[in-house]
C-alpha cells in the first residue's frame, strides 16, 4: 500500500509548479486532475501532445498517477448537459495513456441541479437509477474503447451512496472495467449506530476485490458531523488499515479533503500507521 495525495490539493500556475509542490512531501503517487495542467477537468477536445507534456512531467519527477478524475453529475436533471458531459469524457479518456494512466474516477452524481455534491429526494427514484444506468453505459463503452477502467465512488449525497448499492451496480453492469474507489469517511453514518469497523469490513466484504483505489481523509462528530483532514478526528486509522489489508488490498491510499498546510501533519500520521501494520 502506497500513501498518494489529490494533485490539486496544491494550487500552482503551472503543471510543473504543481508537480514539485507534491515531491516536497516526499509522496509519489497522485490522483490527478486536468485542473493542475490549466485545463478544465473534462476537456474540450482531446490533446494527445498535453497529455504526452503531462506524463513527462510526471516521469521525470518519478511521480506515479495511479489515476485521473472525470468526476460529472452522471445523473443531472438536464439530459442535453449529460450529453455534453460525456462527449467531454470521452476527450479525457482519448487523453489518458498519453498521460501515463489507465484508471478514471467517477461519482454516480445527485439530481440537485446545482451542486453535485448536495443530496435529492429524487436520487432514490427508479427514474434516477435508469439515468445512472443509461449513463454508466455509455462510459463503460468509452472505458471499453480505450482500454480504460472506470472507479465509481460512493458518496453520501450521490445515487450511489453507499456499499451496498455500489455493489448493485456492478451486479447490474458485470463489467471488468468497472471498479471502486471506498473512502471510510464517506461510508460513516452518525446516525446509524454502527462502527466504523462493523462499516468498512461490510463494505469491503461485498466490495473488496473491485477496490483499486483507498481514499484517506477524516470525520468528526462534534457540534455535528463534518469531514476533516486524515489525523485530525475520529476516524480509526489503524483498524482501517487493517482491514484494507486483510482483503489484499495493495493499490494507493489516496490523501485528500486537506488545505495544503494541512498536508505534512497528516503525511506523518498516515506514514506511521502504513508502516506500523
Known sequence: MRLGIFAKTFERPTLEANLDAVIATGLEVIQFNLSCAALPSLPEDADPGTALHIRAACENRHLHM??????????????????????????????????????????????????????????????????????????????????????????????????????????????????????????????????????????????????IIAHAKDYSTVDGFRYRAAGTGELDYEAYIQLLRAYRFNGPLILHGLHESQVPQSVSYLESHINAT
Do not use: Y
Open 66 to 211: 495511479a489515476a485521473v478524475s472525470g468526476t460529472f453529475n452522471m445523473i443531472h436533471p438536464d439530459q442535453e448537459k449529460r450529453r455534453h458531459d460525456i462527449r467531454r469524457f470521452r476527450h479525457l479518456a482519448a487523453m489518458c495513456h498519453f498521460m501515463g494512466t489507465s484508471v478514471i474516477t467517477l461519482c454516480t452524481g445527485t439530481r440537485d441541479p446545482i451542486d453535485m455534491w448536495r443530496r435529492h429526494p429524487d436520487n432514490d427514484s427508479p427514474e434516477a437509477w435508469d439515468d445512472l444506468l443509461s449513463t454508466m453505459e455509455v462510459l463503460v463503452n468509452i472505458a471499453e474503447e480505450f482500454g480504460l477502467e472506470l472507479a465509481v465512488e460512493p458518496e453520501p449525497a450521490n445515487v450511489i451512496s453507499d456499499a451496498v448499492k455500489a455493489r448493485q451496480l456492478l451486479d447490474t453492469m458485470r463489467t471488468p472495467r468497472l471498479k471502486v474507489v471506498l473512502d471510510a469517511a464517506n461510508l460513516f453514518n452518525p446516525n446509524d449506530g454502527k462502527a466504523l469497523t462493523e462499516v468498512v469490513d461490510q463494505a469491503l466484504l461485498l466490495l473488496g476485490e473491485h477496490v
